[in-house]
């Protein structure tokens, strides 16, 4: 049985959809996968079991990747269409069945998905990794722990809490025992002068891991105790961890995007329309960490 899956163009819409895939492998061991995906999430699906094909689709102005779409598909009869793009092209193709996804700004994308899927089953998302994504972790992370997780960068920097403020929560002697264990992609970093004070201050121990491939993050999120970031792709990849996820949110919307499972968001206490990460004080993300982390 062939399934082919149209899913998000986002790292973070990425991960959260996996449940949706993981779901049908559960279910049905005969599905074979084709995903068409982005460059910036395809290394989410290619560990993924019974995947038959990976489709990397550049966009393209006037939605000129739609036409790439379409060569790579038509000519395959499909049992089952699920298009999480909302794309008209579902329509046209050869196929039993389909599913278009629809979301809303009201409930959780898991609770969404769930209802998508017409199930009251318990779904969680996955990112599947192998033997050789373990060693490369391993071998990147060859210090003694306790380790934090700690993503500070993402798409919008209006998301990001500054780094000084970073500096001065993990000054503080509570987390004089962890080692920090930086993740993100260069490309969104910000404040470089106080990113390398942070790297290079003298009463905080920093790993950075920068550019990390994303399967090769997940065994080391599993080995940090928690996780403390922006609203991000790898806040999400986090939260599909045994790591203790606290995500700070301010302008996007956490109900619809928060880190699903037993995590924790801490928003703003600032009501304004404008409210960002920004506005969060050091007390206020400290107290809530450490009451939590026993």
């Known amino acids: 049985m062939k399934l082919l899956f149209i899913g998000p ?6 991960i959260l959809s996996t449940s949706i895939l993981n779901y049908y492998l559960e279910n049905n061991k005969e599905f074979k996968f084709t995903i068409i995906t982005s460059p910036f999430s395809k290394d989410l699906y290619e560990k993924f ?3 038959e094909k990976i489709i990397v689709i550049n ?3 006037y939605g000129f990747h739609w036409y790439r779409i379409w060569t790579s ?9 699920i298009d999480m793009r909302s794309s008209a092209i579902s ?3 050869n196929k039993k069945m389909k599913l278009i996804f629809r979301g809303n700004h009201t409930e959780h994308k898991i609770i969404q998905f769930q209802k998508f899927l017409k199930t009251q089953k318990h ?6 990794f192998d033997r050789k994504d373990q060693i490369i972790s391993e071998e990147k992370v060859n210090l003694p722990g306790p380790f934090i997780a700690l993503s500070p960068f993402s798409n919008w920097h209006k998301k990001d809490w500054p780094i000084k403020k970073y500096i001065e929560l993990f000054h503080h002697d509570f987390f004089k025992k962890y ?6 992609i260069t490309s969104e970093k910000t404040d470089d002068d106080d990113f390398n004070k942070l790297l290079n201050h003298p009463n905080i121990k920093v790993l950075n891991l920068l550019d990390t491939g994303l399967r090769q993050m997940i065994p080391i999120f599993e080995n940090c105790e928690f996780f403390i970031g922006s609203d991000s792709g790898l806040m999400h990849l986090a939260a599909t961890t045994k790591c203790k996820t606290f ?5 996007t919307n956490e109900i619809v995007y928060g880190p699903w499972g037993n995590h924790r968001v801490i928003k703003s206490s600032n009501s304004s329309k404008d409210d960002d990460s920004l506005n969060l004080s050091v007390n206020q993300v400290f107290n809530v960490i450490k009451n939590e982390i026993v």
Do not use: E, H, M, Q
């Open 9 to 14: 163009t986002r790292i973070g819409d990425s």
């Open 91 to 93: 329509y046209f193709l």
């Open 59 to 61: 966009k393209k102005n």
């Open 49 to 51: 079991p019974n995947l």
């Open 123 to 128: 779904i969680n998302p996955k990112i599947w």
């Open 73 to 81: 598909v038509v000519f395959t009869k499909w049992d089952l269409v």
């Open 179 to 184: 080692t920090l264990i930086i993740s993100g």
């Open 247 to 251: 995500a700070l949110f301010g302008p």
